[in-house]
């Protein structure tokens, strides 16, 4: 029962687009809760330099079965050249959590891209 729910960790560059990226992730239904933690500094290689910048973490509560349709909306949307988005499965839930979960993602079938199509449109009038 558990095996579909995936946690999705990505980062991003500035609050603005952590809440914009979450706003709409929820929005399209790809992801029942999107969790936004400041203060996050990330040490990493970059173009042949160690890096250290500060950013944003979000937290992805959604199904297996909608990644691929949330990680395209959120690199067409993404400021980064290569953003972060990492999939963990979530090997134990209580029932009720995961009984809201799924009532509150829209399963995206693969190779659709309706909702994500309709939610990168609709953020992009509205940002």
């Not at 990226?21 to 239904?29: I, N």
């Not at 509560?61 to 290569?82: D, G, I, M, P, W």
Request: aromatic share 4%; net charge negative; proline share 5%.
């Amino acid at each position: 029962m558990s095996a579909d729910a995936i946690m999705v960790l990505m980062t991003a560059e500035s609050r603005e687009e952590a809440a914009r990226l979450a706003d709409v992730l929820v929005v399209a239904r790809l992801a029942a809760c999107v969790q936004i933690l400041p203060g996050v500094e990330s040490v990493y290689h970059w173009q042949g330099k160690v890096e250290r910048a500060p950013e944003i973490l979000l937290l992805a509560k959604t199904t297996q079965e909608n990644f691929a349709a949330l990680e395209s909306l959120v690199r067409s949307l993404h400021s980064y050249e290569t953003p972060e988005i990492i999939a963990l499965p979530i090997t134990e839930i209580s029932a009720p959590y995961l009984e809201w979960l799924t009532a509150n993602v829209i399963p995206q079938a693969k190779g659709t891209n309706q909702v994500t199509d309709t939610a990168a449109n609709e953020s992009a009038q509205s940002g």
